[in-house]
Structures are given as structure tokens and as C-alpha cells.
């Protein structure tokens, strides 16, 4: 059995000292203490690069729901090793999923509705600045998916409050939920006021099947759906849709290889027709004091 120090491990592993007292302190590493000193056993270090390779083929995207995004993983699932799971769980959830080391990368789309912008403030609430990096995936068209021909006469977010209209909502948690809350406030209108506030679905999709259904007169959700569905659509907000990365995640392959596929024209080509997005800064880098 061979024991090595930090500085031993640090050399072995070509990882700089303090980040392996790090990740010791936070449990990754197998260590133990000697003489009140941390010290590692080879051979379970060697186990665990070996159980962390494997793990690393595959990765969990968690976050927001978007059909895009899943194509996206979808292509790359079929000409690639390993897997890409997706987790559409909202954008909060998403981020708290990150936080607590459950998933490698986080799909977010979350309004600063202060400075009634997308920047990149909320994700303070559950990581360092100098903890992740942050990638512009597209934007989205999000508004009023209402039935083919609207016979209902819905033109703006005022409309819901008319009566009559039954609205069916997002699920809290959601950067959608939020949106539309935020498009609320900035027209002066109560939630009492919407009948169906209160009604939630847990997908773009599924919003829009409801109305599709005649189940509910609108639904808010991004311009896709509603051209797939073939009902009408009342657009309100162009936003951002952001991939959210810690950096200890960043380097891994399969986060390098998903992130260079954005970069290539023939997937690009493909999925520019998609209705309702806007890919004209994909794959840029944005900056974490934003």
C-alpha cells in the first residue's frame, strides 16, 4: 500500500495542491488523516480515476424545459460515447441541482427584473462568479399561444384579464413562470385577475396541447410550440436561453465535445429554421459580472 501527500497526489494527478485539499475537504477524494496530515492511498486514487472516467461519459443537463436544446442532445446522444441526459425541471431547480453537485450543466433562462434584462445576477444566489462559465445557447420568442384563427380576439396580455378567458400557467420554478409574472407586474395586472393563473403544466408543450384541447382559451409559452401545434400566436418577449457550467465540469470530454457541436455549421444549418429561435451569438462566451 502506498501512501501519498498532497503535494505526492498533486504531482500524480497534475492538479494544482490547494484544489486537492479541496476536493478532500469537500468528501471527492478518497483520503484519510495521518498524524493530524491528510494522506491518500494510491490504489484508491487509482480506483477513483477509474470510477470518475466511466461517470465521466456520462452528463445531466438540468434546467429549463426547451425542444431546441433536446434535439440538440439528441443528435449528439446518436454519433457519440456516452450519454447526455436531460433533465427539464425549470430554471431554478436547475441551478439548485448544480449547487448541490447533481448535475453538470444547467439550461437557464432567468429575467433580471430589475434591470429588465437577462444578466447573469441570479446565478449568485447559488454559485460564485469565479465558480462556472456561461455560454449563450439562442434566443427564444416567448407569448400567447391561443387557438388556430384566435377566436377568442386575444391580442395582448391585457386580454387574459377579460372574462371569459381561461388561461392555463407554468409551473413555479420556471424561467417561463417568471417571465409572465414579470410581463404582469410591468402591465399592472393582479394574478387574481387571470382566471387559470393558478392552472399549471409542466412543459411548453403540454401548455400548448391544452390549448390545442380546447381545455384552456391561452397559454404562455415560446413561439415553437405553437407553430408545431399550428395555433396562433401572440408574441410578447424576445429572451435569452444561457447553458450555465460550474467549472469543475467545464473540461470534462463530453462537455467539451456537446459544447463544440455548436460550433459547427451543419448543425447549425440545421436546426436555423427552427420557428421562434434566434441563433446569431450561439456559442459565445458571456461575461460573469454581466
Known amino acids: 500500500m502506498e501512501i501519498l501527500s498532497a503535494k505526492e497526489l498533486s504531482k500524480y494527478l497534475k492538479i494544482n495542491e490547494k ?32 470510477e470518475n472516467t466511466e461517470r465521466e461519459k456520462h452528463v445531466l443537463v438540468a434546467g429549463s424545459d426547451d425542444p431546441l436544446l433536446r434535439q440538440v442532445i ?18 431554478i431547480n436547475g441551478l439548485k441541482l448544480l449547487q448541490a453537485r447533481a448535475a453538470n450543466m444547467s439550461c437557464v ?7 429588465k434584462s437577462y444578466t447573469l445576477s441570479y446565478i449568485a444566489r447559488y454559485l460564485s462568479k469565479d465558480d462556472y462559465q456561461a455560454i449563450q ?9 391561443v387557438k388556430k384563427d384566435n377566436p377568442k380576439g386575444i391580442r395582448s396580455i391585457r386580454d387574459l384579464s377579460n372574462k371569459g378567458i381561461v ?31 393558478g392552472r399549471e403544466a409542466a412543459s411548453h408543450m403540454e401548455a ?22 399550428d395555433l396562433d400566436f401572440v408574441p410578447l418577449f424576445h429572451e435569452r436561453f444561457d447553458l450555465v457550467i ?7 470530454a463530453q462537455v467539451k465535445a456537446f459544447l463544440a457541436l455548436f460550433e459547427q455549421p451543419a448543425l447549425l444549418d440545421s436546426i436555423k429554421d427552427f420557428t ?15
Open 137 to 145: 445557447l439562442f434566443y427564444r420568442t416567448q407569448g400567447l399561444m
Open 109 to 115: 433562462h432567468i429575467l433580471d427584473m430589475e434591470k
Open 167 to 197: 388561461f392555463i400557467n407554468r409551473n413555479q420554478g420556471t424561467g417561463t413562470r417568471l417571465l409572465f409574472d414579470f410581463l404582469l407586474r410591468e402591465n399592472a395586472i393582479p394574478q387574481s385577475a387571470v382566471n387559470g393563473y
Open 246 to 252: 460550474p467549472i469543475d465540469y467545464f473540461h470534462m
Open 19 to 50: 484544489k486537492i485539499y479541496k476536493l478532500a475537504q469537500e468528501g471527492v477524494l478518497p483520503h484519510a488523516k495521518i498524524g493530524g496530515k491528510v494522506a491518500f492511498t494510491k490504489e484508491l486514487i487509482d480506483k477513483w480515476i477509474l
Open 74 to 91: 439528441d443528435l449528439f446522444n446518436a454519433k457519440n460515447d456516452g450519454v447526455i441526459y436531460y433533465a427539464p425541471v425549470g430554471s
Open 276 to 290: 421562434g429561435y434566434d441563433l446569431k451569438d450561439t456559442g459565445s462566451t458571456l461575461e460573469t459580472d454581466a
Open 208 to 229: 400548448g396541447i391544452a390549448v390545442l384541447k380546447s381545455e384552456a382559451d391561452a397559454a404562455f409559452g415560446i413561439e415553437y410550440v405553437a407553430h408545431i401545434l
